[in-house]
């Protein structure tokens, strides 16, 4: 009967996520549904009106941005550069490494979906030229 229950018990902490597992599964799905993209200046952004993103993937996108946020200003202030350099800096590896169908913002202003078949979205500025 104890192994029963612990089992049981097991399976249940299996079955319910952790907030922490609810608010990434939630970004992740507001990426992999282009409502949340990457930014050319490092941080996340909303493609979608921000106002239709609420609930656990708008907490999760706010804090990471924070963290991020944080970040780039330790960076900046030990390498003598402003923390929007740093940004976009990181914004070029982010870039890189966005998926197929995931959304992203260049510095024109304009939201984008990387398709299928497309390569990474990295500017110009991002390989030195």
Known sequence: MRVAALIGAAALSLAIPTAAQVQRTALTQARAAGQVGERFDGYLGYA?????????????????NIRRRALYTGL??????SPSEVGITAGCTLLGRVAVGEAYLLSDGVWRRRG????????DYCRGG
């Open 76 to 81: 900046a202030e030990r390498r003598q550069v």
């Open 116 to 123: 299928a078949g497309q390569g990474a979205p990295v500017p």
């Open 48 to 64: 979608s009106p921000a106002a239709a993103i609420g609930g656990p993937a708008r907490t999760q996108t706010e804090g990471v």
